[in-house]
């Protein structure tokens, strides 16, 4: 499984754009990137995954250049309700385990 | 929609007891894992029951063992309770188990061992 870096922790104020870089060098070519969110004292949830180029949901943006080295989880005009813990993973095809890192937390700032 | 319960959500157990943690999947879904997430680290995955068998295990001993029943829900037993084991514990479904489509996880059983 591709070992995934993320920055610890990141601050923002509210309705600025966020954007979490994840690099994951050693990604296979059927890997795909998937991401999380997890609030305190909830199990984690499930905000976007891709495979190449670019992904857009109702929550989030999922930027994946050509080589697949790295990925940029975007979210748009974040509030404070979007502090979290945001975990980037690969996933590879047939594996039936997620393998989390630390993730990075995310302070929303009024 | 019910999402995915697990009970109970707290529990104090005694060093050297047994635990017993429940998990009702996702309607829908057939497949449960277990993660133990100790405090300020991500979740590690314990193992994966599809069709009332276990598939795929993550690294922890064999004191760690669970069972799924016909109604795939699932339960996650711990033998010989160590204080390391403190940790919330999470159960997540999914359809088939690769996680494609996303796992559903739910908010987890806070286990103190003391």
């Known amino acids: 499984l591709a070992k995934t870096t993320q920055p610890i922790s990141m601050d923002s104020y509210e309705g600025q754009e966020v954007n979490i870089t994840c690099s994951h060098n050693?990604?296979?070519?059927?890997?795909?990137i998937t991401w999380y969110q997890q609030f305190p004292s909830q199990g984690p949830r499930f905000i976007i995954q891709g495979y190449k180029t670019k992904v857009t949901n109702e929550v989030a943006s999922l930027f994946i250049p050509a080589d697949r080295k790295s990925s940029t989880l975007s979210l748009p005009r974040v509030s404070l309700s979007d502090t979290a813990v945001y975990y980037c993973l690969v996933l590879g095809a047939g594996s039936y385990q997620l393998t989390f890192g630390k993730g990075t937390k995310l302070s929303v700032i009024p | 929609d019910a999402g995915v319960t697990q009970s109970p959500t707290h529990l104090i157990k005694t060093r050297g007891q047994q635990v017993t943690l429940r998990c009702s999947p996702k309607?829908?879904?057939?497949?449960v894992s277990w993660y133990q997430q100790a405090l300020g680290q991500g979740p590690q995955f314990i193992f994966q029951?599809?069709?009332?068998?276990?598939?795929q295990r993550g690294n922890f001993p064999d004191r760690f063992s669970g069972h799924q029943f016909p109604n795939y829900s699932s339960e996650l037993n711990v033998n010989a309770l160590l204080l390391g084991d403190s940790a919330l514990y999470l159960c997540?479904?999914?359809?088939?188990?690769?996680?494609?489509?996303?796992?559903?996880f739910g908010s987890g059983t806070r286990l103190t061992v003391v």
């Open positions: 029951y599809y069709e009332e068998e276990e598939r």
């Open positions: 997540a479904s999914s359809l088939g188990g690769t996680g494609y489509y996303g796992y559903t």
């Open positions: 050693n990604i296979a070519t059927n890997d795909y």
């Open positions: 309607s829908g879904h057939d497949t």
